[in-house]
């Protein structure tokens, strides 16, 4: 048999190129396909990024109320009315009956009042004598649950007579002068009180010096108690700073007066100091010395 063009198989028959139309619309159909591709991923990466951000609000939202309740907190515990508040009790009252406390049982009872109801953080105690004030400034911060510390200053600690294993918990001994031993330290110089009680020097100069320097130790809002307060030289040296140191006068708090080698002693005058220094740099704990 002769073969004639046209007549053979269709696997014999050499295959067709595409066109370059056909080739043109490959690839616009690829590239559309692509482009499609990465529109949903375009659309899935917003849709999570709309989560995140969804995400992300709510936790702001979260912590804005986290924050706005702990400042509610603190201002309830500033105030008084914590939840730990309904669970305090007066187990250091006892210490009001404190032997060694050169006060009359009333001034102690209004000494552990005032520092339960101002509830500081820390205490400054200028005159620590034998002991029996600070006794009872510990026990009312140990039934504060704040974890409140004392710092006493005076220059003879040996005649401490009480117990100080019973107070060493949160309270500390400085053997010195106050202003000028605290000066002259750089870590008692960094400490910052919110209460001072000075019982120490009863002389018009030596009160005074005190009541001057002492704002500089003392934090805003912050209150000043002094014993002694009927003697002459102590309440001139008060009038004075009240007049000349920034301090808003509180009044006498007791009317208990006792005369010792015909002068008047006893007494308290309650101070307030609105202005204060705002604490510096945390002083590390361990570098006070004590």
């Known amino acids: 048999m002769s073969w004639r063009p046209g007549r053979g198989t269709q696997a014999d028959s050499p295959r067709a190129e595409p066109s370059e139309v056909e080739q043109q619309r490959e690839r616009w159909e690829r590239l559309c396909h692509e482009a499609e591709q990465q529109r949903d991923d375009w659309e899935r990466l917003c849709h999570e990024a709309e989560q995140q951000r969804d995400d992300w609000e709510r936790l702001c939202h979260e912590a804005e109320q986290q924050?706005?309740?702990?400042?509610?907190?603190?201002?309830?515990?500033?105030?008084?009315?914590?939840?730990?508040?309904?669970?305090?009790?007066?187990?250091?009252?006892d210490t009001c009956r404190e032997e060694h406390a050169a006060l009359a049982v009333r001034e102690r009872v209004f000494l552990y009042g005032l520092v339960f109801a101002l509830a500081p953080m820390r205490v400054l105690e200028?005159?620590?004598?034998k002991g029996g004030s600070a006794r009872i400034i510990s026990a009312a911060l140990d039934d504060l649950k704040r974890g409140g510390e004392l710092v006493t200053i005076d220059p003879s600690p040996e005649q401490i007579a009480i117990d100080w294993s019973s107070i060493a918990h949160n309270t500390r001994s400085v053997k010195g002068y106050f202003p000028w031993d605290f000066e002259r330290s750089p870590e008692l110089a960094a400490l910052r009180f919110d209460l001072a009680f000075i019982d120490g020097d009863h002389g018009y100069d030596g009160v005074f010096e005190d009541l001057r320097r002492l704002?500089?130790?003392?934090?805003?809002?912050?209150?000043?108690?002094?014993?002694?307060?009927?003697?002459?030289e102590v309440s001139k040296?008060?009038?004075?700073?009240?007049?000349?140191?920034?301090?808003?006068?509180?009044?006498k708090v007791g009317r208990i007066t006792n005369t010792s080698e015909g002068s008047l002693y006893g007494g308290l005058h309650l101070l307030w100091m609105p202005q204060g220094q705002e604490a510096p740099a945390a002083v590390p704990e361990t570098a006070l010395p004590g």
């Open 126 to 129: 200028v005159g620590t004598f």
């Open 67 to 93: 924050r706005d309740e702990l400042l509610r907190e603190a201002q309830r515990a500033r105030d008084g009315w914590s939840p730990l508040e309904f669970s305090l009790s007066f187990a250091g009252i």
């Open 237 to 251: 040296a008060i009038d004075r700073a009240i007049e000349e140191c920034g301090y808003r006068d509180c009044g």
């Open 215 to 232: 704002p500089k130790f003392l934090l805003p809002d912050s209150y000043v108690l002094l014993h002694d307060a009927s003697n002459a």
